[in-house]
Nanobody, 126 residues
Framework: QVQLVESGGGLVQAGVSLRLSCVAS????????MGWFRQAPGKEREFVAA????????TYADSVKGRFTISRDNTKNTVYLQMNSLEPEDTAVYYC???????????????????WGQGTQVTVSS
């Protein structure tokens, strides 16, 4: 079992930066990769970014590449999502997720992640 606790969401203006945090507990030693997903009203859940826990290798959705940065501090069991140049289109509930598959390869599919945080609302006003 892995528990994920998110923080950092809120209401910001377009162009502002925001950093989300997700602290993992429980079977953290089995985590292979951590991912961030988001879901806007009326839309399906969308992949944002992912990072391998050991190597730090990352992958990003095209819509956020160059603006968002995913990172992790393995001494704190924490993954971050640094969001710069926020746009109204970034408004969504953001979820962090953990992949414990030993063959995990930075999947962009939500079904590959076994554990999910509660979600944190990010609202970007124009």
């Amino acid at each position: 079992q892995v528990q994920l606790v998110e923080s950092g969401g809120g209401l910001v203006q377009a162009g502002v930066s925001l950093r989300l945090s997700c602290v993992a507990s429980g079977r953290t030693f089995d985590i292979v990769a951590m991912g961030w997903f988001r879901q806007a009203p009326g839309k399906e859940r969308e992949f944002v970014a992912a990072i391998k826990w050991t190597t730090g290798t990352t992958t990003y959705a095209d819509s956020v590449k160059g603006r968002f940065t995913i990172s992790r501090d393995n001494t704190k069991n924490t993954v971050y999502l640094q969001m710069n140049s926020l746009e109204p289109e970034d408004t969504a509930v953001y979820y962090c997720a953990a992949d414990l598959n030993p063959w995990g390869a930075l999947s962009r599919q939500s079904y590959a992640y076994e554990y999910w945080g509660q979600g944190t609302q990010v609202t970007v006003s124009s």
